[in-house]
């Protein structure tokens, strides 16, 4: 859980950077970026560490974690954060843990107690709820890019913690990476602006997601779904919307209030909870 923790702090500040990069470069140069970076230090990573190549099987599946986490959600998440700010978009993302669930339970084959699924709603529809009231209401056209991230997420997190045990967490987003950066290269090269805009937090939001969001955050999440469970550890995610506001108020200015709070204390008293109830694994083969 702690691991799990170290991860979701990570992955916090993902939206906050990701758009104080698009306020300075193209939302598509972002989104590609982060794959040719960050598949340079995965490479570099596998050459270093003298890992085993991955057998024709766990190709497979790091072809589909690629897709996910190496392009859908960089890309995803950067178009949706020219059109909302990060707190609104960080709320959309609370969906994640129940998306999370439910791919352990297909792909993983966990099985969940009644009560988890509950716990897990319940949370699911506080973080909802907070972004109705927040929102007037409504759900901007941006809420569904990010429900698509959501969902390409939550499939590469329930993949990559499968191979997670036998490849390591950062040998999966370093296969993943490399992967992707050939086909994500001459993009990111056509998109890069000239001249280079001055230093600015845009090149630092840009860094953070390509060294920390997109590689090393990897590191302690993928260790604790492998060792926590995907289901149980992903629901330490409903924490994300509110550690990502708080971010947002601390580096942007945006706004934090006494709502954000209430809600984000009953988030914490549901993952707590939700601790108590079970959920099966399947033995590792």
């Given at each position: 859980m702690f691991l799990g923790l170290l991860g979701v702090v990570a992955f916090s500040l993902t939206l906050p950077a990701t758009r104080a990069a698009v306020a300075v470069f193209d939302p598509w140069f972002v989104g590609v970026a982060r794959g040719v970076v960050a598949g340079g230090l995965g490479a570099l990573y596998l050459l270093l560490g003298r890992n085993r190549l991955p057998t024709a099987a766990e190709f497979r599946r790091l072809l589909a974690i690629s897709v996910c986490v190496a392009v859908g959600f960089p890309?995803?998440?950067a178009l949706a954060m020219v059109q909302v700010g990060a707190s609104q978009g960080s709320v959309t993302l609370g969906l994640l843990p129940l998306a999370t669930a439910v791919a352990a339970t297909l792909l993983a084959h966990e099985?969940?107690?009644?009560?988890?699924?509950?716990m897990a709603a319940l949370g699911s529809a506080l973080v909802v709820g907070y972004s109705l009231i927040r929102g007037g209401g409504a759900l901007h056209a941006a809420d569904l890019?990010?429900?698509?991230?959501?969902?390409?997420?939550?499939?590469?997190?329930?993949?990559?913690?499968?191979?997670?045990?036998?490849?390591?967490?950062?040998?999966?987003?370093?296969w993943a990476l490399v992967l992707a950066a050939p086909f994500?290269?001459?993009?990111?090269?056509?998109?890069?602006?000239?001249?280079?805009?001055?230093?600015?937090?845009?090149?630092?939001g840009l860094v953070y997601v390509c060294v920390i969001?997109?590689?090393?955050?990897?590191?302690?999440?993928?260790?604790?779904?492998?060792?926590?469970?995907?289901?149980?550890?992903?629901?330490?995610?409903?924490?994300?919307?509110?550690?990502?506001?708080?971010?947002?108020?601390?580096?942007?200015?945006?706004?934090?209030d006494p709502l954000t709070l209430g809600f984000a204390l009953a988030v914490v008293a549901v993952v707590v909870l939700g601790r108590r109830f079970a959920v099966m694994r399947r033995r590792p083969s």
């Open positions: 890309l995803l998440s099985r969940p107690s009644l009560g988890f699924w509950r890019v990010l429900f698509a991230a959501v969902v390409v997420s939550a499939v590469g997190y329930a993949l990559g913690a499968m191979l997670a045990p036998a490849l390591g967490g950062l040998a999966v987003i370093s994500l290269l001459l993009p990111a090269w056509l998109l890069l602006p000239t001249p280079l805009p001055p230093p600015s937090g845009g090149w630092a969001s997109q590689f090393l955050g990897f590191l302690p999440w993928y260790r604790a779904l492998a060792l926590g469970g995907i289901a149980r550890v992903g629901q330490i995610q409903l924490l994300q919307p509110f550690l990502t506001i708080a971010a947002a108020w601390a580096l942007l200015g945006e706004a934090l």
